[in-house]
């Protein structure tokens, strides 16, 4: 069955903790991408990935890190230094665009809500 | 970066009414596509539009893109209760970048 697997559903932080939101794919997308939900809003870009061992900052990084070192795999850690981590939070991934400024469907994960305790 | 608006917030309407989403960008844009939401859930791809003055159906649903590729609109025609939830529309963000810039989005509220 294919698809984004986002972990866990719910997460509690104490303030002042790291905590790592998983998210794998095997619909073997080469792109990859996190977004923010706050309550009665869109979703906010925090960081894309287009290939393994590259990524970029999208709209609200900062506080925030990534890494990709398989291609199936795009975690997420939200730092000591977000100030306002509690949010629904989204992961996604889409095959590569023909064109740049093109897009693709992008498949999204059930999302992990964090909240800080 | 770009900025893509959508109107309304909320929309409340009887259960067999029609409802609209209108969104709008201030720059061209090259696409441009929706999503639905359901409460507690997840966003689910619907259509993408690419041409100018595009109108897709989809049973129901009909999304059009603006002959200037600035604004897009999604209709539905009497409405369901499984038709609750919230509706993006989502552009390129401009600048080279990837991924998408959403709108707020239109929560679809419906009274049976």
């Known amino acids: 069955d294919g698809g984004i697997t986002q972990s866990p559903k719910y997460l509690f932080r104490k303030e002042g903790q790291n905590v790592t939101l998983s998210c794998e794919q095997n619909l073997n997308h080469d792109a990859m991408y996190w977004y923010r939900q706050d309550p009665g809003q869109g979703l906010r870009l925090i960081y894309y990935s287009q290939i393994v061992n590259d990524f970029q900052k999208g709209d609200i990084a900062e506080g925030y890190s990534v890494s990709r070192e398989k291609k199936e795999s795009f975690p997420l850690t939200v730092t000591s230094a977000q100030k306002n981590p509690t949010a629904f939070y989204l992961c996604?991934?889409?095959?590569?665009?023909?064109?740049?400024?093109?897009?693709?469907?992008?498949?999204f994960g059930q999302g992990t809500r964090l909240t800080v305790v | 970066g770009q900025q893509v608006m959508q109107i309304p917030q909320y929309q409340h309407v009887q259960e067999g009414e029609d409802f609209t989403t209108y969104c709008n960008s201030s720059?061209?844009?090259?696409?441009i596509q929706w999503y639905k939401q359901r409460p507690g859930g997840h966003p689910v791809f619907l259509i993408q539009l690419v041409k100018s003055g595009e109108v897709k159906k989809q049973k129901r649903l009909t999304f059009q893109f603006g002959e200037a590729k600035k604004n897009s609109s999604l209709h539905i025609t009497a409405t369901q209760t499984t038709d609750v939830g919230t509706y993006f529309c989502a552009g390129p963000p401009g600048g080279g970048a990837d991924g998408l810039t959403f709108g707020k989005g239109t929560h679809l509220i419906i009274q049976p």
């Open positions: 996604a991934s889409s095959i590569l665009a023909p064109h740049r400024a093109m897009n693709t469907e992008a498949f």
């Open positions: 720059t061209t844009l090259s696409n």
